[in-house]
Structures are given as C-alpha cells and as structure tokens.
C-alpha cells in the first residue's frame, strides 16, 4: 500500500499518450560502502546511507512493450520466465504499481551482461533499467531523484544504478521515503579500475532482503553498523575527492567486511563466502603485504571485486588470470556531471 502512495505521489497526475514500446540501459553498481538493513521493508527504506561505483560496460538493457493478453511475458537473455518463478512474481509485483488499470499486461525483454542472483547486482541494473524504460513508454519525463526512487521501489540498490560514476544514496528520514535516493557525486577517477572475480555464477542460497532482515534482528554487532557505516561514508568521500587510493582502498575494504561480520554473527548464521572466496581474500592480503596496492569488496553472494589502479593491472592480471577488469571512467579525470 505504502509502495502505491509513493508512486502516485511521484507520478501525480501525468496522465500522457504512452508510445509503442520503451527501452533503456543501467548499469550494474558495486557498493564501496555497503546498503544492509532496512527500516522500511515494502518501500526498501535503508538504515543508513551507502556510496556505489557503476561498471558502465556491465548492466541490464529492458525492453518493454503492451501486451493484449490475460499476463505479464517475461524474458530474461532470451528465456522465458515461468509465470510462477520467484522472479516472475516479485516483477509481476512492481509492475502492478505502474499499470494503470488491471488489464494492462506488458511484454518484457531483458538483457544482462551479469550472472542473475549471484551477488554481482543484476537485480540493481534490472530495477533500474526496467523503471528508466517504463518512464519512456509512458513518456513521464521524470527527473533523476523521482526515477531513483521508484528504482528502489523493486530492490534497494537499484536506486543507485540510475546514474553513472560514484553515487551516493541518501538514507533520508521521512516515512514515505520522499528523501531517500540516490545522488550523483560530482567526481571521477580515470585511473581507478574495477576486476570481477568470478567465483561462481550460482544464485545464492539466501537473497539480501532476508539476510539483512535476519542481521538487523538478531547480530550483536549490527547497533555498531551505523556509526561505523557513517565514518566510512565519510572516508570514502574524502578519498574520492582527494583521488587517495590508500583510503578508498581500505574503507571499501573495511566496511565489506564489516558487513559480513554482521552477517556471520546472524542467527542462523550467514555466510556469503566459499572456500575459493576465502583463499582469495588471503591471496590479495599477501599481495598487499608485498607491496601491491590491491583491495577487495564483497556483496550478498561469493564472487568479489578488486579495486586497484591502472598502473598494477599487468601485475594484477598475472596474479588472478580470469579476471575481468572494468574502467568505470572513461575520458580525464574532469568533473562528472
Ligand atoms: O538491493 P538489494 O536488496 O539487492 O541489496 C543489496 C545488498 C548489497 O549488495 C550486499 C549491498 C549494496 O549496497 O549493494
């Protein structure tokens, strides 16, 4: 009921010619401190604020289109989806916000350049990509804050993929969540580079949403994640503003690690990392020992993601032979807009 409110607040009482079919891109974005509990759970409302970098080449390309049918028809990279998946409904669901009268069933094409479910953001990119593509269907011409809101509507984090570069995403405070979505931070970083380590492509045994349910409930540690989500968020500022490698570094890495301890000390406990995901952790602590500046950041599943600069990735691509590595900016180090 709350998610309906939100929607019609947002979209008032634009009432315009839909086209034929709308189509958009988002890219997936990689949490460098991490969303991890909720103090609203239908409107996906976060207890503290979180920053992201988007991987421009990795993401979601949504198509959609009326249907005259009795339902939705869903495909994700040219598979249809079964009507009665998990998937299928939580989709179904979002959708229901935006149908207008209950006749109204859409066709849906979606095209991901990541693995679904298996903690490398597809869901973000998906959210997010679908909401840009209904806002041209239905020519609502929304600006960037109202569409991050309807974004987060479907996953959380999917607020954070609308925009490219370094994006923070204001907890805010008010009930209906009019003050809570993401805000580009005027900043780039030509030689910063992002390497996805595919550990497994598998979905994962347990979505976010219970997991950070499930660590808010019951972690001992958890009343310690918002002071310490709050410094991090204030580091990670700082070292984007100054380009201080050191410090993204480490408070990416910190506050990744952080959150798994929170989630490890859940009952019953979590535990995202697979044996491969924990020897590579011990891999890049022994590099960085050794002098090479190298860190790592893990979401709700095992795969990771090294952050480091342009300067080591010859040294990085002999150490992890199957990464693959991103340049989330392309072009100088101007101010993005
Ligand atoms: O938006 P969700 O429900 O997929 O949750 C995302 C949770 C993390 O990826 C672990 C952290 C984040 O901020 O992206």
Redesign the pocket.
């Given at each position: 009921m709350k998610a309906y409110e939100a929607v019609k607040k947002i979209l008032g009482k634009k009432k315009s010619r839909p086209q034929e079919m709308g189509q958009a891109y988002a890219p997936v974005?990689?949490?460098l401190?991490?969303?991890?509990g909720k103090r609203d759970d239908e409107l996906?409302l976060?207890v503290t604020s979180?920053l992201?970098i988007a991987l421009p080449n990795k993401g979601t390309t949504t198509t959609i289109q009326f249907n005259h049918g009795e339902r939705d028809h869903i495909s994700v990279n040219g598979e249809a989806i079964p009507e009665t998946s998990f998937f299928s409904e939580r989709l179904v669901h979002f959708l229901d916000l935006f149908r207008g009268t209950k006749k109204t069933h859409f066709d849906i094409w979606a095209e991901s350049s990541v693995p679904i479910g298996a903690?490398l953001?597809s869901?973000?990119s998906g959210f997010a990509s679908l909401v840009l593509a209904l806002n041209q269907l239905y020519r609502w011409q929304l600006d960037a804050s109202s569409l991050s809101i309807l974004a987060r509507l479907g996953?959380?984090?999917?607020c954070?993929s609308i925009a490219p570069g370094f994006v923070k995403?204001l907890a805010g405070n008010k009930s209906n969540g009019m003050d809570s979505y993401a805000e580009v931070l005027p900043y780039s970083w030509k030689n910063l580079r992002v390497g996805i380590c595919l550990i497994s492509p598998h979905e994962k045994a347990i979505?976010?949403?219970q997991?950070?349910q499930q660590t808010l409930d019951t972690s001992p540690f958890y009343p310690a994640w918002p002071q310490l989500v709050k410094h991090h968020l204030k580091s990670l500022e700082k070292a984007i503003a100054d380009q201080d490698f050191e410090l993204l570094g480490t408070t990416a890495e910190s506050n990744s690690l952080a959150?798994h301890a929170c989630a490890l000390t859940a009952y019953p406990p979590i535990c995202y990392s697979l044996p491969e995901t924990v020897s590579f952790k011990h891999k890049i602590w022994a590099l960085r020992a050794e002098g090479l500046s190298v860190y790592f950041t893990?979401?709700?599943?095992p795969n990771l993601k090294l952050l480091f600069l342009v300067e080591d990735e010859d040294k990085i691509i002999n150490a992890f032979p199957d990464i693959e590595i991103i340049t989330p900016f392309q072009g100088n180090d101007e101010l993005v807009t």
């Amino acid at each position: 009921m709350k998610a309906y409110e939100a929607v019609k607040k947002i979209l008032g009482k634009k009432k315009s010619r839909p086209q034929e079919m709308g189509q958009a891109y988002a890219p997936v974005n990689i949490a460098l401190c991490k969303y991890w509990g909720k103090r609203d759970d239908e409107l996906n409302l976060p207890v503290t604020s979180s920053l992201s970098i988007a991987l421009p080449n990795k993401g979601t390309t949504t198509t959609i289109q009326f249907n005259h049918g009795e339902r939705d028809h869903i495909s994700v990279n040219g598979e249809a989806i079964p009507e009665t998946s998990f998937f299928s409904e939580r989709l179904v669901h979002f959708l229901d916000l935006f149908r207008g009268t209950k006749k109204t069933h859409f066709d849906i094409w979606a095209e991901s350049s990541v693995p679904i479910g298996a903690g490398l953001a597809s869901s973000a990119s998906g959210f997010a990509s679908l909401v840009l593509a209904l806002n041209q269907l239905y020519r609502w011409q929304l600006d960037a804050s109202s569409l991050s809101i309807l974004a987060r509507l479907g996953s959380g984090s999917a607020c954070r993929s609308i925009a490219p570069g370094f994006v923070k995403w204001l907890a805010g405070n008010k009930s209906n969540g009019m003050d809570s979505y993401a805000e580009v931070l005027p900043y780039s970083w030509k030689n910063l580079r992002v390497g996805i380590c595919l550990i497994s492509p598998h979905e994962k045994a347990i979505s976010s949403r219970q997991a950070m349910q499930q660590t808010l409930d019951t972690s001992p540690f958890y009343p310690a994640w918002p002071q310490l989500v709050k410094h991090h968020l204030k580091s990670l500022e700082k070292a984007i503003a100054d380009q201080d490698f050191e410090l993204l570094g480490t408070t990416a890495e910190s506050n990744s690690l952080a959150m798994h301890a929170c989630a490890l000390t859940a009952y019953p406990p979590i535990c995202y990392s697979l044996p491969e995901t924990v020897s590579f952790k011990h891999k890049i602590w022994a590099l960085r020992a050794e002098g090479l500046s190298v860190y790592f950041t893990q979401d709700a599943g095992p795969n990771l993601k090294l952050l480091f600069l342009v300067e080591d990735e010859d040294k990085i691509i002999n150490a992890f032979p199957d990464i693959e590595i991103i340049t989330p900016f392309q072009g100088n180090d101007e101010l993005v807009t």
